[in-house]
Structures are given as structure tokens and as C-alpha cells.
């Protein structure tokens, strides 16, 4: 059974967003294999009011790890990560109520998918325990096709425990929808590939790759506004590179660094996000650190460290940004909480509002 921390409001109304200073409304996407999740939440929160209401759910979804929704924000889209036996999920939202109703269903191929891109033709995922991506269509009602491309990464690298093959963690669009970057962190590697929205099969092509440190384990990453530079957040390791990307999508390295400060941490790096601003950028570890590092960004890019707090929770997996930029809200996956961090939008600077959410393993959170 789910505690909320904040007072909780059990009433129907809805609160216009436009009425109100600091409200949000976000998507949780979770564990659910031996937690008290039941899905995928759409929650409200008024950090005025210290209002919480859970706005729906959509139960029996097996751990629907990762979600994505279309740009008009009309279907939501799941990853269920189930081993051999995972599936992608597309679903109709209805943003004004919350409402998620499921549309279908299809197999995944790969095993364990993890993250997924959406554009207007198709759903693109990476598949972890696999190392392979997933391409599916969209049809007119948001429902998907079955596979219509499907790509085997081939490698290993240094870690005998976690990169003894492929594994596939990302797979981020530019805007333009020229390229998609993949990272990969069982091969050190960084893969760029052509995106052909009008093909039929080919619909990703082989172009670029670039090779990160040995053993350091590419997670995610974010692209500026420009889409001319990439941060790459590595989960073995906790190094931070910032790479350069060209328009004709040649990648290079231009800067080191890293969220780890403590010889004696173990690293377990998360989550990597740019204020909306983009003079900041955030990063979650988990391991034995269990805390979020800011970097300010320099006009030639590069990152400075700013700070370095505790999460208040076990696990920070995924972590986002309201739109506005006063908050940051943090998915502890091993405690089941959700912690809310103010932001100083001028200095960068995290304080912790003591407010928090109490529910199964929240790994992914969407604001809409």
C-alpha cells in the first residue's frame, strides 16, 4: 500500500495547471516483480498546497521500467522488462484526466528492454540483456506493429561481470530525426546510426562510432538544445564525458569527468539531465553513493562541479526536472520513495524540501 508523505487529497477536482504556481503533473513508471507497484501512476502534486493525488493507474503491466510518450503527448508508450519473455506496450493518455488505457501489446525480441524513443512512425528500443535494438511501427491509432527492424551489437569489454557482451542502454533521437545515438555498456561504445523514417526494414543504418574509456560502462546521455554536443553519463565507473557532434555526425571527445569524489564509493551511475536553461547539468549514482552531483556548464561546454548531496533514498535510478526548473524529482528505486529537491535556479543548488512520495520501485518519471 502506497504512504504519501505529503497531505494527501482524496478528492476528483482537478486543478488547472495554468491556475496554479508550482503544479505538476508527472507519469511513474516502476518494478513491479516483488514490490507493491501495480504499473504505470499518473500523479498531480501542488508544492503550494503540499496537494498529492494519484490521478490513475494502469495495472497488470509487468515492470514497465522506462516510458515515453508522442510528441503530442496523445499515447504513452512501456517498456515491460521481463527477461526473454518482455514486451512493449502502447497505451491511449488522456493528459487532462490521466487516464492510461492499454491499446496493445507486441513481443520484444531482444531480452529486458529498457529505454525506448518515440517518433511519428516508430518506437525504438534498446534492449539490454540482448544487445540489440528494437524498431517498431506506429499505426494511426497509436497501436504498435511487430518488429520491423531488429539489430545485434557484437563486443565485450573489460569488466568480466558486466560487459562480458553487448548491452544496449539507450537509444535517443535528435530532434531532426537524422540520427539516433546508442550507447552501449558492455562494449564501451557509443553507435550512431542514419534514421530512415520513409523505409520499410532498413530504417536504421550503421554510420559513426565512437569508443568511450575501457570499462567505464555508457549508460545515458543528454543532448543540448543544438544537439551539437552530448553528455554521457557511464554507469561503472561515474565518468561524465562530454562529447562534440558534427552535422555530419562525427563525434569527439572534449572533456573527462566524473560524479565519483570518494576513493571508497562504489559506483552505480543513473541518470543524467540538463536544466531547462541548460546552465546546469545533474547526475544520479547509486552503488554505495546514493546522491546527485550538479556541474555548471561553461559557454565552451565543459562542466564544473557545483555540488554533490545525498538523494535521501536508496537507488536513485531516474530522476527529472519540472519544466519550469524550481524542482527535481528523484525515483530512490531500492527505498520506494520519491524525493523532491528545490532548485536555486541562478547557483544550480539542491536543498532537499523534506516533501516525498512513497510507491513500488519508481524508476522513470515523465512530467506532461
Known amino acids: ?4 508523505v505529503l497531505s494527501l487529497i482524496l478528492g476528483i477536482m482537478i486543478f488547472p495547471a495554468s491556475a496554479q504556481r508550482e503544479h505538476y503533473h508527472f507519469l511513474i513508471g516502476t518494478y513491479t516483480d ?6 504505470i501512476y499518473a500523479y498531480e502534486v501542488d508544492m503550494d498546497k503540499d496537494f498529492i493525488r494519484e490521478m490513475s493507474v494502469a495495472k497488470n503491466v509487468i515492470n514497465p521500467s522506462y516510458l515515453a510518450l508522442s510528441e503530442d503527448e496523445a499515447f504513452l508508450y512501456s517498456v515491460n522488462e521481463n527477461g526473454n519473455n518482455s514486451t512493449v506496450g502502447a497505451f491511449r493518455f488522456y493528459k487532462e484526466t490521466g487516464e ?10 531482444g531480452a529486458d528492454p529498457c529505454y525506448l524513443s518515440v517518433t511519428d512512425k516508430h518506437v525504438i528500443t534498446a534492449d539490454y540483456s540482448s544487445g ?3 524498431v517498431y511501427g506506429r499505426n494511426p491509432d497509436g497501436s504498435l506493429t511487430d518488429t520491423l527492424q531488429f539489430i545485434r551489437h557484437i563486443g565485450k569489454s573489460t569488466n568480466p561481470e558486466r560487459q562480458e557482451g553487448a548491452h544496449v542502454h539507450q537509444t535517443v533521437l535528435l530532434k531532426n530525426n537524422r540520427y539516433l545515438l546508442a550507447t552501449d555498456l558492455g562494449t564501451d561504445n557509443i553507435q550512431l546510426y542514419k534514421y530512415k523514417e520513409n523505409e520499410s526494414h532498413h530504417i536504421l543504418v550503421a554510420k559513426d562510432s565512437i569508443k568511450m574509456k575501457k570499462g567505464s560502462g555508457p549508460r545515458h546521455l543528454v543532448l543540448n538544445n543544438a544537439e551539437d554536443k552530448a553528455y554521457v553519463l557511464h554507469e561503472l565507473d561515474g565518468t561524465v564525458t562530454v562529447l562534440s557532434l558534427d552535422e555530419k555526425g562525427k563525434m569527439k571527445i572534449i572533456q573527462e569527468t566524473s560524479v565519483v569524489t570518494q576513493d571508497d564509493v562504489k559506483s552505480g551511475a543513473a541518470e543524467i539531465y540538463l536544466s531547462p536553461d541548460e546552465k546546469f547539468l545533474y547526475a544520479t549514482n547509486r552503488g554505495t553513493a546514493n546522491d546527485i552531483t550538479c556541474f555548471s556548464v561553461g559557454q565552451d561546454d565543459k562542466l564544473t562541479f557545483v555540488q554533490q548531496i545525498p538523494t535521501g533514498g536508496e537507488g536513485p535510478c531516474h530522476f527529472n526536472i519540472t519544466p519550469d526548473g524550481k524542482y527535481i524529482f528523484i525515483g530512490n528505486q531500492q527505498s520506494h520513495i520519491i524525493t523532491i529537491f528545490e532548485r536555486n535556479e541562478e547557483t544550480g543548488m539542491l536543498t532537499d524540501t523534506g516533501k516525498t512520495i512513497e510507491i513500488g520501485a519508481p524508476v522513470c518519471l515523465i512530467f506532461f
Not at 1 to 4: E, Q
Not at 100 to 108: A, G, Y
Request: charged content about 15%; overall charge neutral.
Open 1 to 4: 500500500m502506497k504512504k504519501l
Open 34 to 39: 516483488g514490490t507493491s507497484s501495480e504499473g
Open 100 to 109: 492510461i488505457i492499454p491499446l496493445n501489446e507486441v513481443t520484444n525480441y
Open 132 to 134: 540489440t535494438i528494437s
